[in-house]
């Protein structure tokens, strides 16, 4: 019998897996810092898009708690939706407020070698 064929293959133990994966992500971590820590543009986007709904959830989560607790408290019925939706519109504008200032190209001085702008 020819012994190649009887010999099984290894699989890497769940040790070595890890040990190579978070050697990779190593690599990946130094070639980001040699870049100058530059993140994809699909990275940058994601990372704010992840934002932008964090403080939506927030916002209505935050204010609808606030409301529900105002609910229990007086007994009331309407402070829990008037809660979501202020919490709603409190995360839009605070979205508004960071996320929508767009640099405009044509504004923007360039940089000399000093770091000042060019005048």
Do not use: C
Request: proline residues 5%; aromatic residues 6%.
């Amino acid at each position: 019998m020819n012994d190649s064929a009887g010999r099984r293959v290894q699989q890497p133990r769940p040790s070595q897996r890890a040990a190579s994966v978070s050697i990779a992500m190593k690599q990946s971590r130094e070639a980001e810092q040699q870049r100058g820590g530059q993140v994809h543009s699909h990275a940058a986007g994601m990372n704010e898009g992840m934002r932008v709904l964090s403080y939506l959830i927030a916002g209505v989560a935050l204010y609808g708690g606030l409301g529900w607790l105002a609910d229990h408290l007086l007994g009331t019925a309407f402070w829990l939706p008037l809660g979501i939706v202020l919490g709603a519109a409190f995360a839009v504008y605070t979205i508004i407020r960071r996320f929508g200032r767009v640099e405009s190209p044509a504004l923007s001085l360039p940089k000399t070698p000093t770091g000042e702008g060019a005048r």
